[in-house]
Nanobody, 123 residues
Framework: QVHLVESGGGLVQAGGSLRLICIAS????????AGWFRQAPGGEREFVGT????????AYADPVKGRFTISRDNAKVTMYLQMNNLRPEDSAVYFC????????????????WGLGTQVTVSS
């Protein structure tokens, strides 16, 4: 079992930045691929980005490419999501998740989830 806890969300103006943090505990986080997803009220959970267990491969959803960056520090069992040039449409609850078996954009392939952190971007 991998236990994940997100933090770093908040209220920011459009064009601003936030850095989300996901801290893991339990089984060795360095053996798991991981990802960030988001869900707006009334919407479906959608892919934001993913990173492999070594931190050498990443992939992003088109709406966030060039603005968001995923990284991880396995020594600190932590994953990050740096979000720049935020837009109102980025407002959502952001979740981190982990899985074995490679990076994936499909939230249903992830085994472990945090409870989420709220990001609100005002116009």
């Amino acid at each position: 079992q991998v236990h994940l806890v997100e933090s770093g969300g908040g209220l920011v103006q459009a064009g601003g930045s936030l850095r989300l943090i996901c801290i893991a505990s339990g089984r060795a986080f360095e053996n798991y691929d991981a990802g960030w997803f988001r869900q707006a009220p009334g919407g479906e959970r959608e892919f934001v980005g993913t990173i492999n267990y070594r931190g050498t491969t990443t992939a992003y959803a088109d709406p966030v490419k060039g603005r968001f960056t995923i990284s991880r520090d396995n020594a600190k069992v932590t994953m990050y999501l740096q979000m720049n040039n935020l837009r109102p449409e980025d407002s959502a609850v952001y979740f981190c998740a982990s899985r074995h078996g490679g990076i994936s954009q499909d939230w249903k392939r992830y085994d472990y989830w945090g409870l989420g952190t709220q990001v609100t971007v005002s116009s």
